[in-house]
Each structure stands twice: as structure tokens, then as C-alpha cells.
């Protein structure tokens, strides 16, 4: 494991590199965009994403040339015990490309495959969330504390559709929500996995939960969310894997037991 010290200087990094980044999409979100698809007319890439993870990758190993990568425009990346950047340059592409100002630069480091820090930031916004394990969960400098809810009908709750567009996920989807729409105050859907996370430990929203993810949505807001006293885990109940594309982060661990029960849950092919 990482020492303090070294940790802290990789905290100065991350926090350096995306506010460099976010100046990038700042400059970028009104221009006019050239954008492509990847798996889905859904699952979108722009120059910014490419230039924006260059840019953190470039960073990165110019400070710390032994540490590894995993981005989402890379490819081939695998999580192993040596520290790993796991990076979403633009998370809520589709948001960047309509000008809502609801995305962000994700960056979590994992170190013998366990997340250590996490730096989420909406440059739009100017909100910094940062966590750094055992050491608590800001925004802005100011310590985060989720609502600690454990009911879910006192629950706001954050999902999204996701990239994966196929019949199958769209009425698990559709079930999920119907199952949860009358039980719970209400149903959101924001576009980005890690400012979800971030809402949920900020206090802004009680549990989110989400299928075909991948682990560059959720590195970051994983600590980010324990480290504000809330929980996340697998949708099935037992631990989180960052590589399972799917998540459950809660105020509470009750209520995310309850909400569990309450989904229809897919596996789906691991990020490894």
C-alpha cells in the first residue's frame, strides 16, 4: 500500500490535472463538436474525451512513470495490483455534447485494487468532490456527509438507462423503475455515474443504482461516497467490484439492502 505522504502527492496531482482538464471542456461545451459513436447511437466520443484523457495520461506519467492506466477511449487496460489510474475524461458525454452542464472529469487510484483517492470535478459547476480513504469526502474544501436515509420512502433516487440499449436491459430498466417510482419519493436521471455517486454522498440524493456501467464511472464516486459515510455494493448485496459494470451507492447500508430486493438484476461481461 501507498504511504500517506505518497498518497497526499498523488491527491495534488489528480486535483492539478483536473482542473486543467476542466478548462478544456469549459473552452469546448459551446463550440460545435465532432462527435462519434462507439458501441451504441447513444455511447458517444468527441475530441475533448480523447484530448482530455491524453492530457491526464500525459500528467500522470510525467509525475508517476511506473504507475498504470485505465481510460475509457484506451484500450487493452487491465486492473493489477500496481497503482492504476482509472480515468473517464468526460463522464456524461452525451450532456457535454447538448451543453447541459451536468458532466465531469473522473479520476480514481486504485493501488493493489483497492480505490485510495477519487477526484470528480464539473468544471461548468466549479464543483470539486474529492475523497481520499480514511481521510473523508469534500466538495469545494467542505466535508461531505450523506443524508443517512434508510427508508426507501423517504429515498431520492438516482438511475440512468445507460449505453446499452438492447430489449432485454430496457425492461429491466423499465421493471426496476416501475418497481421503485411508487415506493420512493422519486426517480432521477442525470447523466453521469460519478456526479450520481456524488450527489448520493453529498446528501443531494439518497441511492443510485445502475446496470452496463463501466469502471471509470464509478472508481472515483466509490470513495467518494464511503468516504461521506455512505455504502456502495454489488446490486446483488455482496461487495462492489469496479469491474462488474454495475453498482448500488446508498446513504445507508440499510437502505441499500432494500433496495436490492426491489431490482431485477442482469450480469453483464466484467471490465477485466
Same mark, same amino acid.
Given at each position: 500500500?501507498?504511504?500517506?505522504?505518497?498518497?497526499?502527492?498523488?491527491?495534488?496531482?489528480?486535483?492539478?490535472?483536473?482542473?486543467?482538464?476542466?478548462?478544456?471542456?469549459r473552452k469546448a461545451i459551446d463550440?460545435?463538436? %465532432? &462527435? $462519434?459513436?462507439?458501441?451504441?447511437?447513444?455511447?458517444?466520443?468527441?475530441?475533448?474525451?480523447?484530448?482530455? +484523457? =491524453?492530457?491526464?495520461?500525459?500528467?500522470?506519467?510525467?509525475?508517476?512513470?511506473?504507475?498504470?492506466?485505465?481510460?475509457?477511449?484506451?484500450?487493452?487496460?487491465?486492473?493489477?495490483?500496481?497503482?492504476?489510474?482509472?480515468?473517464?475524461?468526460?463522464?456524461?458525454?452525451?450532456?457535454?455534447?447538448?451543453?447541459?452542464?451536468?458532466?465531469?472529469?473522473?479520476?480514481?487510484?486504485?493501488?493493489?485494487?483497492?480505490?485510495?483517492?477519487?477526484?470528480?470535478?464539473?468544471?461548468?459547476?466549479?464543483?470539486?468532490?474529492?475523497?481520499?480513504?480514511?481521510?473523508?469526502?469534500?466538495?469545494?474544501?467542505?466535508?461531505?456527509?450523506?443524508? %443517512? &436515509? $434508510?427508508?426507501?420512502?423517504?429515498?431520492?433516487?438516482?438511475?440512468?438507462?445507460?449505453?446499452?440499449?438492447? +430489449? =432485454?436491459?430496457?425492461?429491466?430498466?423499465?421493471?426496476?423503475?416501475?418497481?421503485?417510482?411508487?415506493?420512493?419519493?422519486?426517480?432521477?436521471?442525470?447523466?453521469?455515474?460519478?456526479?450520481?455517486?456524488?450527489?448520493?454522498?453529498?446528501?443531494?440524493?439518497?441511492?443510485?443504482?445502475?446496470?452496463?456501467?463501466?469502471?471509470?464511472?464509478?472508481?472515483?464516486?466509490?470513495?467518494?461516497?464511503?468516504?461521506?459515510?455512505?455504502?456502495?455494493?454489488?446490486?446483488?448485496?455482496?461487495?462492489?467490484?469496479?469491474?462488474?459494470?454495475?453498482?448500488?451507492?446508498?446513504?445507508?447500508?440499510?437502505?441499500?439492502?432494500?433496495?436490492?430486493?426491489?431490482?431485477?438484476?442482469?450480469?453483464?461481461?466484467?471490465?477485466?
Amino acid at each position: 500500500m501507498a504511504s500517506l505522504s505518497e498518497i497526499d502527492e498523488y491527491y495534488d496531482v489528480a486535483v492539478e490535472l483536473a482542473r486543467a482538464a476542466g478548462e478544456v471542456i469549459r473552452k469546448a461545451i459551446d463550440e460545435k463538436k %465532432n &462527435v $462519434e459513436t462507439k458501441e451504441s447511437n447513444v455511447d458517444l466520443v468527441t475530441e475533448t474525451d480523447k484530448k482530455i +484523457e =491524453e492530457l491526464l495520461k500525459v500528467g500522470f506519467s510525467s509525475k508517476f512513470p511506473d504507475h498504470c492506466f485505465i481510460g475509457e477511449e484506451s484500450e487493452g487496460s487491465k486492473l493489477t495490483d500496481a497503482p492504476t489510474w482509472i480515468i473517464d475524461p468526460v463522464d456524461g458525454t452525451m450532456n457535454f455534447v447538448h451543453r447541459f452542464p451536468y458532466n465531469a472529469i473522473s479520476i480514481g487510484l486504485a493501488v493493489n485494487k483497492q480505490i485510495v483517492l477519487g477526484v470528480v470535478y464539473n468544471p461548468i459547476l466549479d464543483r470539486m468532490y474529492t475523497g481520499i480513504k480514511g481521510k473523508g469526502a469534500f466538495l469545494n474544501g467542505k466535508r461531505l456527509q450523506v443524508s %443517512n &436515509v $434508510e427508508e426507501l420512502s423517504q429515498a431520492l433516487v438516482i438511475t440512468e438507462f445507460g449505453s446499452t440499449r438492447t +430489449e =432485454e436491459n430496457m425492461n429491466q430498466l423499465f421493471t426496476n423503475i416501475k418497481n421503485i417510482v411508487h415506493k420512493a419519493h422519486g426517480v432521477r436521471m442525470m447523466g453521469s455515474a460519478a456526479l450520481n455517486m456524488c450527489a448520493v454522498a453529498a446528501g443531494e440524493a439518497d441511492a443510485y443504482f445502475e446496470y452496463t456501467i463501466h469502471c471509470w464511472d464509478m472508481a472515483a464516486g466509490k470513495i467518494i461516497v464511503e468516504e461521506a459515510g455512505g455504502t456502495c455494493i454489488d446490486p446483488e448485496g455482496g461487495d462492489l467490484d469496479i469491474m462488474s459494470r454495475r453498482v448500488i451507492c446508498a446513504s445507508s447500508s440499510t437502505l441499500a439492502k432494500v433496495l436490492s430486493k426491489e431490482l431485477k438484476h442482469i450480469q453483464f461481461p466484467k471490465d477485466e
